[in-house]
């Protein structure tokens, strides 16, 4: 058996054994120089970094190009650095599940130092306040969630944390936000050095996002007199601070129960997974699909390392908006919600087993080719057909990728917007294009609300995945019975009007009605939900 803290230089011959690829440098050396010149900050420590952007990182350490490695700040779970980074010496064991049934397997220590940054964290807080003070700090990636950027409440007021963050001033904030925000004020302090904040999260016009919350953060630090009028001069600063824009594409779910005992058949022993307190589940190893994409605007004021040399894609800012929108609005994230969505009403533990149900398949389908596929524009970096061609053929239907519907159904009310207000934005530009003539984004949108229920097309109860908003638009749907005469509008009207939720409110778009039908026929009785998308099917789409 090996393990992950065994000394893979000296004991190579028993990995290989185990078909274990092993890093091409070592990592004591590398752990030296991360030390003293700091180039590259990583918030998230979840599953999606551990398996892609510490892969990234590794393949330019094994080629030489960095010498330092990645610093992890997990801002959420204190019990991810405790008991997954520090104990296996911030390595992991990177599980690539082919859709052969093969894995490919490869030993990641690319990280140089992890820490959970949070201001209760006196020990953290202070090691990556001298990091950002440290000038080599070249760029700094996030994977936070879209929640981890929310400044505001449902009705778009700041939230007490936000409004606290505010008030106190940078020392030591609530928020992601506010915690960053204080980072850039230490450099602007110590050395006003140019830094590149690059939001890796998965959805549209990220590093928008992130500045504008930024900014939020400052301005009010500003307008209350609690930092002077050049902190905001050198965030604006192009020259100092760049926000660069990514498309991100990378399915990586839950470490598998599976793919553990696959490991540990083969002679590897560190397969614990770990269900944290607050909810993560993270192991020793992660597992993620072959496919992948990182498409980044290149505006790094402080230099950076060339990504390019291992597969990210370097270009313009709108290249990676088209790229990003032909993803995130269109190809591929709101198909997965979709999947999410009826998955939890139908009983589904498995997008692949989903995706094998004829009805389901052309619920995507029709989502996809028929409606989204004709507003996106071409990134030419990557053709949209044939990525979801691939989406829909390969990608989806793999059962060695052990995804769920209830993973990807996790705050979907912050997803909406994107993955389907976007389009329906696109219809309201276009003079040639009538929104009405929607019908799938509506049924998904009525599947939602459907969902909100927490009762399946069984008449059983199940549990929602965890969002933020659920105590907010859960209560006006919770007491509806299958089967039983209601006023749906009076019902759903609070939720369809919010264009917080939506990006419009969908009753002035003429959308709302057509949301009120098709739930209206999903609460008719046991087996609704899925007889009305089949009717659907028939009736309105092409595939």
């Not at 202070?126 to 996030?142: C, G, I, R």
């Not at 192009?238 to 824009?245: A, E, G």
């Amino acid at each position: 058996m090996v393990r992950l803290n065994d000394n893979y230089l000296q004991n190579s011959n028993e990995f290989i054994q185990k078909k274990i690829t092993l890093p091409q440098y070592d990592q004591d050396k590398v752990v030296e120089t991360t030390k003293k010149a700091p180039i590259w900050v990583h918030f998230g420590g979840g599953n999606l970094f551990r398996c892609f952007h510490a892969g990234i990182a590794q393949q330019l350490l094994n080629q030489k190009q960095m010498t330092s490695g990645v610093i992890v700040a997990e801002t959420y779970d204190d019990e991810v650095i405790d008991q997954i980074y520090h104990p296996y010496n911030n390595r992991v064991l990177s599980v690539t599940m082919k859709s052969d049934g093969t894995l490919d397997k490869e030993l990641v220590a690319s990280v140089g130092a992890s820490v959970y940054f949070n201001r209760n964290n006196t020990t953290g807080w202070n090691y990556l306040t001298d990091v950002f003070e440290n000038p080599t700090l070249q760029f700094v990636t996030f994977s936070i969630t879209e929640k981890g950027y929310a400044l505001t409440d449902i009705n778009g007021a700041l939230t007490p944390m936000a409004q606290e963050d505010i008030s106190a001033g940078p020392k030591k904030p609530l928020t992601n936000m506010g915690a960053v925000a204080h980072l850039l004020y230490a450099r602007y302090q110590r050395n006003q050095a140019p830094l590149a904040l690059v939001s890796t999260d998965n959805f549209s016009q990220n590093g928008a996002k992130l500045e504008q919350a930024i900014m939020t953060i400052a301005q009010g630090w500003k307008d209350n007199q609690l930092v002077d009028a050049g902190f905001i001069q050198y965030l604006q600063d192009r020259s100092k601070i760049t926000f660069p824009w990514s498309m991100i594409d990378r399915i990586t779910p839950n470490p598998s129960e599976e793919v553990a005992q696959k490991l540990k058949a083969l002679g590897f022993d560190d397969t614990q997974i770990l269900h944290t307190v607050k909810h993560t589940n993270i192991a020793p190893f992660g597992n993620t699909e072959e496919t992948h994409y990182l498409v980044i605007e290149d505006d790094f004021p402080n230099g950076r390392p060339p990504l390019e040399k291992a597969g990210v894609l370097m270009t313009d800012r709108q290249t990676v908006n088209d790229a990003d929108q032909m993803k995130v609005t269109a190809c591929l994230n709101p198909l997965h919600t979709a999947l999410a969505i009826f998955g939890n009403l139908l009983g589904y533990q498995s997008i692949a087993a989903e995706v094998a149900n004829p009805t389901l398949l052309g619920l995507i389908k029709n989502l996809g080719y028929q409606e989204d596929l004709p507003v996106v524009k071409d990134p030419k970096i990557i053709n949209p057909e044939e990525f979801i061609n691939q989406l829909i053929t390969k990608r989806l239907p793999n059962k060695n990728i052990p995804d769920t519907p209830q993973r990807i159904a996790a705050d979907t009310s912050q997803k909406i917007p994107i993955r389907y207000g976007v389009t329906i934005q696109h219809y309201l530009d276009d003079p040639k294009r009538d929104v009405q003539n929607l019908e799938f984004i509506p049924l998904i949108l009525a599947g939602w609300c459907r969902y909100l229920m927490g009762i399946d097309d069984q008449g059983q109860s199940f549990t929602l995945s965890p969002d933020p908003m659920l105590k907010d638009v859960q209560p006006y749907v919770k007491s509806i019975k299958l089967g039983s005469a209601i006023d749906v509008h009076q019902h759903l009207q609070p939720i369809l009007s919010n264009k917080k939720i939506f990006g419009n409110d969908l009753y002035a778009i003429n959308l709302g009605t057509k949301v009120e039908q098709y739930f209206a026929q999903m609460i008719t009785g046991k087996g609704a939900v899925i007889k009305t998308i089949q009717q659907t099917i028939s009736e309105k789409g092409n595939y």
